[in-house]
């Protein structure tokens, strides 16, 4: 019988895996003199080595050219943010114009409402999970106020219906069923970010989509986790940012996609110089023309330096392949999955759904006993190397990044929970 937690065992897996020689082009921190377990690739990526040189080079051509880089080589300056467009439209799974990197995450959300949200008084709500990561919900709930109706009844927000914590396509039919005609748009997250939920867009698409609502994700912790299909799931737009599972540094640029069938839209929007056609931008015409797709969303003329790790992060996703990654990525999460249950089910529930399909590297896992052994127990491991994050009030996540992670990361976390437990806590 195969010891899955033996050494032996979880050496042999990275071994026979190709892609374990991506780990080499991070920097994976150190503790004690050695790597640490990192699984926190889910709030902050790790450093790719490329990162750096990219920056590098953005500081030694403005030292060297000043305000020629703009105009001078392969990454000049003014179509800078064009570098990550098709390697990023891949991992999202978008056609080239649908994407671009500006700004942040939820200053996207907003311009994406300021075009998509358009309520009316027969359908002023937006609908969003219950339990949403705050800075959706301030955004969302924002809006609403903004265009003078009122969150207490048109904010309408689905609670999970499983006891897990999970939100089930059926309970989503029905929302859409009983408050449909009242539903300006819906927003909806990629992969639950406290539970590690994935969802099915295009399915979510449909529902919202028949019952008259526009339809955007938050795809905060889906980008770079999953294959997304965001073209072919009809969604309307989406937003992300870089800094999780796209390991492009903290506060990285974000992404934003709008689909195709809005490319030429005359929706309203938040206009600014960077959105205007570029052929004519710099005629300083007063009149704004903008660009077809989403760049035409751009406000200002890109930080080249915030951009720079993106592109080094974009490498390593293009050499390896989205969907090899997250073959790669189901090894890993189902061997935590396999080791908690044969090892740790007297210590860890597993709040994150078990069918493969409906999640993605992340485990959320729920500390029996509470909140006081859930925190003695994050912090021991924390204190050994092993580094997942916390959720109150008793959950720790912990994301096997299939760039950077290992089987034998995996086996020194269990392991270290085993300590812990042996050591009578
Ligand atoms: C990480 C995350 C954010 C963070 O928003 P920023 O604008 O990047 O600070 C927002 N929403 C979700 C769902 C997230 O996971």
Known sequence: MTDWHSDEYAQAQDAADPLSALREEFLVPRHQGRDMAYFCGNSLGLQPRAARSHVEEVLQKWATEAVEGHFTGRAQWMDYHALVRAPLAEVVGAEASEVVAMNSLTANLHLMLVSFYRPTRERPAILMEAGAFPSDRYA?????????????????????????????????????????HRIALACWPGVQYRTGQAFDLAEFTRLGHAAGAIVGFDCAHAAGNLPLALHDSGADFAVWCHYKYLNSGPGAVAGCFVHARHARTDRPRFAGWWGHVAETRFRMGPEFVPTPGADGWQLSNPPILGLAPLRGSLEVFQRAGMHALRERSKRLTAYLERLIHQRLDDVLAIVTPADPDSRGAQLSLRVAGGRERGRGLFEYLAADGVLGDWREPDVIRISPAPSYNTHADILRFVRAVEAWRGAGA
Request: charged content about 25%; proline content about 5%; aromatic content about 8%.
């Open 140 to 180: 969302l709930e924002s809006q609403v106020r903004f265009h003078g109706f009122d969150p207490a009844t048109d904010l309408i927000e689905l609670a999970p219906d499983a006891a897990d914590g999970t939100i089930s396509m059926a309970a989503i039919e029905r929302v859409f069923a009983e408050h449909g």
